[in-house]
């Protein structure tokens, strides 16, 4: 079969899983309350229905007495007089044509940061994905470059101590909660690396604030210049949180010539990357090893071997080619747990990404949850996964041809 | 007439038995063999069992493994026992006098530090609304830089002066009985709607395994947390509430997430199975689908089930600390003691601390993140070293 004919069919299978995603998602917003909805998908400014005050009366519109016509209006423009079937046609449509609603007026999330207030969920979503992006891109990076010499590494010696130690912490990344050992590695990095508990680099800062925290600490002259806006931010990161003109942290910052402060960022991704890599490696490794382990054995490494091969070409090029296999079809499967551990992550770095954002709307104290939010980031993680597991399957369909005759 | 109603008796000679021969005596062989011992018997699954355990106890870390686990099995009947009533859960906030004891949360302590030689804050000090408590107030633990004293173990809350008001112990306890009874009850309930789901795909394939295997799909492609805060928002919604409920709506929105992984592993499995002799010797003689599933195809599936099972166990508290710690501490209801929400609020209110005070002026309440934390990692380490001396012992191949 043509390469190209295998893609299409692999994307083609993942139309029934994304519909039905989405029907899953549809029924689980159906569950809200009326009211709850109009305010979290249909804000004041665009329908002039103000966020409900607990004392109102008309508040559920039940009391007959005072009909609100703003809330009919809005009723009608969310489609909630609709039957149930067209409701999801209409979600559907709007959901593939990334109309995801409006972020709250008075959730939580808009308590904290007022600039997030009303504004569209799939561009607040967009604001912060980028950095979410660079964050697992070099996660992955790192799992990959731990996991596959490690991996080869137990299987080439077998019950021996390094088989051993690296078994030993493929179960410790199990069983350590992410955001136990996340804090022991911030807290482990800000003791070690300023006993005192000063930033070396931003004098009069406190030492936590490297670690802690995406954005740059406001006025660190060393990091940022003097050319500040108004959040105290450099003026390309515009509210604080968007950053032009990719979006993209670290490049914005090369591209505007605040090469420190690039670093900075990129220094400030190393960490929580190793802490998810730690996971990640926990089960990649016990695949890398017993699929070469299984190779080591077979016929065409030992016909290398006789052949006169150097050890390390044959455990590289023979035996080694198969557990790149594996490693891309682990990813795959584990794809959906590795994202899934962002929200913490980011969490308990302070990292602005779509975790963080998720992790926000979620908190029912100061305001309550931002629906809008919640259902538009769980959205884009499962369109993340299905696009990662496509990705996935055309890298193995490359790397092992027999897969493309099935 | 009376003759023939006459009981054979002594007194009669008796009379030649013929030998029965054929399919007779093949009868009447097998209701002699019947009776007899226990241990008589031939018990290839016992023997089989033995076999297992005989593999199982030559890995030490298996056996270290299960060592632990069984202390944790004791640990969970003492939580049983333990008589830890509502007030002395919430001793502290007695001693604070802060709140009525039905308001505070059970392992969802903020803290407050002050510096040494001053008097504590006030108990609004450490909260941002002090005028009216909300229903739910988290409960304040008091760290005073002075007084880095016994750990909270015991009800130390008794007396007045003591600082560190929150009984962990007592949390801890009782966080066992709730933590293993929540991770057991979600694990077997996946399991087996993963393994009733998993056999009819893999048995009847066709239609109805592109059907089950899609749904599967679309279940995998959405992150297990968010798939079970989405579940428990949505039931909260349509008004799931009091104690029992939420702890089985937890259950079940774990449940909705954990079948799909099941449901693959049985019907990789079944498709194996399926192709084998002894199944078509089932069909063969007549057996229908239910029954070949039944009696045949299941209980040869069960082995990497099982393995699964005993990995996730441990899985489930991480997994709960994880929600609990981005926030979204409604998922658990109120009262509820569980390792997982008392290491991950414990945690949370590290950064708190330590951007309010210099390094060395403060004291971080370690204990309060060490011992559960210690609880939730020992025990999904040593779930994991039986899984994985389960598997070596069970899979021929990986013997050593």
Known sequence: MQMWVYIVRRVLLVVPVVIGVMTILFLMINTIAVPERIESFYPPSHSGVQPWDPTEPCKNNTNLNCPNPLYHQAEVALGLNKPVPVQW??????????????????????????????????????????????????????????ALPLGRLSAVYRNRPIDHSSRLMSFSGYALPTFLLGSLALYGAVVLLSPTGHSPICPGQPALNDFWGSWPPAHCATLLGSNLNSFGYPPWLINGFQSTPTGFPTIDAAYHGQWLLALDTLLRMLLPALVIAYGTVAVLLRYVRNSMLEVMNLDFVRTARANGLDEGVVVRRHAGRNSMNVTITVMGLTFAGFIGGFPVIEEVFNLWGVGRILALSLQETNGGFDFGLIFGSTLLFTFLIVAANIIVDILYAYLDPRVRLQ | MSGATAPPSAAGPREPVAEPTGGERLRRQLRQSRPRRFWDRPHPQLAQLKRTWYFFSRNGLALAGLVIVLFFAVAFVYGLTYSASPTQLQEYCLTEGLAPPGNCYIGFPTVCTYPAGTAPPS????????????????????????????????SLATSGSTQYVYNLYAGLVKGTVWSLTMSVSIVGAGAVLGLVIGCVAGYYGGLTDEVLMRLT?????????????????????????GFSNRILLVIGAFTVTWWPLYARIVRGQVLVTREQKFVEAARASGARGGRVIRRHILPNSLYPVFVQMSLDVGTVPLLIASIVFIGFTTILPTHLPEWGSIAAVSTESLPSILSTCAIGSCVVPWWQILFPGLALFLFAISVNFVADGLRDALDPRLRR
């Open chain 1, 89 to 146: 046609a209409l979600y559907m449509y709007n959901s593939l044509t990334f109309r995801w609603g409006y972020t709250n007026n008075a959730s939580s999330v808009a308590n904290l940061y007022p600039s997030l207030r009303d504004q569209p969920v799939t561009e607040v979503l967009a604001w912060f994905l980028p950095y979410t992006i660079e964050l697992a891109t070099l996660a992955l990076l790192l799992t990959i470059v731990i």
């Open chain 2, 217 to 241: 799909d679309i279940f995998l492609s959405v992150p297990a947390i968010l798939l079970v805060i989405v579940v428990v928002i949505a039931a909260s919604n349509l008004g799931v509430s």
């Open chain 2, 123 to 154: 108990p609004s000090g450490c909260y941002a609304t002090p005028a009216t408590y909300p229903a739910f107030v988290a409960p304040t633990v008091r760290v005073s830089p002075a007084q880095f004293g016994p750990l909270p173990f015991g």
